[in-house]
């Protein structure tokens, strides 16, 4: 199976996985990052930061090794991703100005930022990788479609 079709499984998986929900979106956070996480060998890190009532983007649901608890928006490419409203695929962390390094392992990171209805920001998808590299437009693109599926769901009010 190509990366394609893996993702278009995914994508099938994660809509009858989060249907009917949409009370509960730190389960549905979870079971989507556990659901990310163990398909792909490569990622080492999957999960949330969302933005809290103080600003800052906090840590949420996630797969993988202990991570930073705080990052203010506009800081490392997930406060950078979030801010700028974009996904961001960063090849190489320690090109990438300001980086946060939660763990020195981390070599290349995707972050997709999600949204409510409003289309107001209101987090971030974090996925890193050991290797250089390691991500590029299918990831993008497909993390995009997974996250609009997710925010259907649960941010829909
Ligand atoms: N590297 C990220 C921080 C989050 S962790 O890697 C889990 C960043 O620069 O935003």
Request: glycine content about 8%; charged content about 25%; proline content about 4%.
């Amino acid at each position: 199976m190509n990366k394609k079709e893996k993702y278009e499984l995914i994508l099938k998986q994660i809509e009858s996985l989060i249907a009917g929900e949409k009370d509960n979106k730190v389960g549905v956070l979870a079971n989507v990052a556990a659901l990310l996480h163990h398909e792909f060998d490569s990622f080492f890190w999957t999960g949330f930061y969302l933005l809290a009532p103080d600003g800052k983007l906090k840590l949420g649901p996630f797969q993988g090794t202990i991570a930073c608890f705080n990052i203010p928006v506009g800081k490392g490419v997930c406060g950078t991703s979030f801010a700028e409203r974009k996904t961001l695929v960063v090849p190489d962390v320690e090109a990438f100005p300001g980086h946060i390094a939660c763990s020195s392992l981390s070599r290349s990171e995707i972050v997709v930022p999600i949204y409510n209805k409003q289309g107001d920001g209101i987090g971030v998808l974090d996925i890193d990788s050991t290797a250089l590299d390691a991500f590029d437009d299918t990831d993008a693109h497909y993390l995009e479609r997974a996250m609009q599926l997710l925010t259907a769901e649960i941010y829909a009010d």
